[in-house]
């Protein structure tokens, strides 16, 4: 489930096509949905932790970052990072501006057993959930142009978890965890989700994995 490895190779490529518009693939009510984030330095921190203090054993924990975000304030910070532009209305109405939006393509559907549904009647929202869907954007035309360039690994495109990517950006809830119960037994970690964010993209950049960021905005169609 590595999110940013999609995330960044989707944002590469987005700056590539004409306009460099960086399209939320998915729909509005996640746009907006407040979640919490987990970076893998964070979950790698928190096992060394729980494997050493003695009132972890056993037990059952969530592991987020610390801090709640959105998607509303997440996706502009991406957009300025690699050069992109958010669209002015980026989630279009009637058919007429579907037509019109970049990349468009008909939703299909990702699970029928949304993961929700396995906590819904506890929550009192017995199917309130439909099936996750997935919006295609149609970007993979720029995908050649940054990977030959800065002769990228291909292994980059071809194992990026797309199918998580998807479902995370698709899904129309929100998701916010709390680390409370790993606080009470000592736990104080904590980090940003856009600085884990911007970290992470530096590693990949380094790795050959993503185009350094520097060239992209440099580099407008």
Request: charged letters at 25%; proline letters at 6%.
């Amino acid at each position: 489930m590595n999110l940013a490895t999609a995330l960044g190779l989707y944002c590469a490529v987005s700056k590539e096509v004409e306009g460099s518009k960086l399209v939320f693939p998915e729909n509005k009510t996640n746009y907006l949905a407040f979640n919490t984030w987990t970076s893998s330095k964070v979950h790698a921190e928190f096992c060394l932790w729980a494997g050493k203090a003695p009132n972890a054993k056993n037990q059952r924990f969530n592991v987020v970052n610390g801090d709640t975000q959105s998607w509303q304030d997440l996706w502009p910070r991406m957009a300025a990072r690699f050069g992109c532009n958010v669209p002015e209305k980026m989630f279009p109405t009637g058919d007429a501006e579907k037509k019109a939006y970049p990349g468009y393509s008909t939703a299909t559907k990702l699970h029928p057993r949304p993961l929700v549904k396995e906590v819904e009647t506890k929550m009192g929202l017995k199917d309130e959930f439909k099936p996750e869907m997935g919006q295609s954007t149609g970007s993979g035309q720029g995908v050649g142009k940054p990977r030959d360039r800065h002769g990228l690994d291909e292994g980059a495109w071809d194992h990026a978890t797309w199918g998580f990517l998807t479902f995370l950006l698709g899904r129309e809830y929100s998701c916010d965890a709390s680390m409370g119960k790993a606080r009470k037994i000592g736990w104080t970690g904590y980090a940003d989700t856009w600085e884990e964010f911007q970290r992470t993209f530096k590693e990949l950049e380094a790795a050959k994995m993503l185009p350094p960021v520097a060239e992209l905005k440099g580099n407008h169609p």
